[in-house]
């Protein structure tokens, strides 16, 4: 069959799907080129050419924006592996909002839209086990650990997190974003990662520990 795909061009429609579903964005023809071996972009382009001829890459008159676009065509594939591979590249997780109030393990299973995160922005291995959140940043309280306002956190739900790694803490109904921390003098406390912000000990405000960060997705 025409449309079927050679080992290069298989390849490479990977890597494209792999980057839009990592950073949101299509790779550039240059990265393109870089990941396939190529010393030319014009290879490249011809493989690119080749790609939307079978119908797997949208032609220039079909996208909005600049840039490579998969086609449904090229989706509905990409499903059909996972499905025979036994294993998805994604994990959907409930969209909590900003705010996750009440119990948080409520929330997730009444939760009525969710989100599709690449598991490659994963520093650990899913936990089958676990359950996992959508929390989107309000504020730029964590901006030094490059966490900005709008971002979306993707959050194994957990009453215990170690030392210095970015959870998720509520007080007084409202969720926050914080980094772990602990001193001899005060105990438990939330650190910013902003000057502009004032840390959080749990000797002045209570808190409790609802989740640990362990990834972070962001939107274009």
Known sequence: MADLLTKTQDKALRFIHREIA??????????????????????????VKALRTKGFLKKPGEQKARGLALTAKALAMQKIQESAAGLSDFLEVPCLGRVPAGDPVEAIEEAKETLQVSRSLFKARVQKSARYFALQTDGMSMRDAGIFDGDWLI??????????????????????CKRLEKCPERGFYLKPENKEFDPIYGDEFEFEIIGKVEALQRSF
């Open 22 to 47: 990592r950073r949101g964005l299509p790779p550039t023809l240059r990265e393109v080129c870089e990941y396939m071996g190529y010393k030319a972009v014009g290879s490249v382009q011809d493989l």
């Open 155 to 176: 959050v194994r739900a957990t009453e215990e997190a170690p030392l210095h790694s970015v959870v998720i803490a509520r007080m007084d109904g409202n969720a926050t």
